[in-house]
């Protein structure tokens, strides 16, 4: 979503996205020209009528769960926001609790931790190496 106009988002993607990623753009490219589903978000900037860049995780229930922003000339790892998607999804899933650089299948932290009863110092759940 931008304040870019339909049109805009069609040329972008006729005359960009499609030569980036096969297909283009496998979601809709949505147009706020007045910039009021930014506000919404706190990513509209009124002093010059665009909106930062933005990446919102929002679970089932519409309450969001992760909010990335990134500077304009910064580009976004679309490889973190899936990890950080399928993490969301696994604590949802099973209740566990993920650490930093979390993957699929690694160790995750004892549901309710550090309170479990588990009695085990973080240390010896989980390495910082993991993360990286």
Not at 65 to 71: D, K, N
Request: glycine share 12%.
């Amino acid at each position: 979503m931008s304040v870019d106009s339909v049109d805009t988002h069609r040329r972008w993607q006729e005359e960009e996205l499609i030569h980036m990623v096969k297909g283009g753009a496998l979601f809709p490219l949505c147009s706020d020209p007045q910039g009021d589903i930014g506000r919404l978000y706190g990513v509209f900037d009124e002093g010059t009528g665009l909106d930062a860049r933005g990446t919102f995780l929002i679970d089932p229930e519409g309450s969001i769960q992760m909010i990335e922003i990134s500077a304009s000339a910064v580009g976004r790892n679309v490889n973190e926001i899936l990890r950080a998607l399928r993490a969301l999804q696994h604590q949802r899933t099973t209740g566990a609790l993920l650490p930093c650089g979390w993957q699929p299948r690694r160790s995750t932290l004892p549901k309710g931790w550090p309170d479990s009863g588990e009695g085990k110092p973080t240390w010896e759940i989980w390495e910082t190496r993991q993360a990286f």
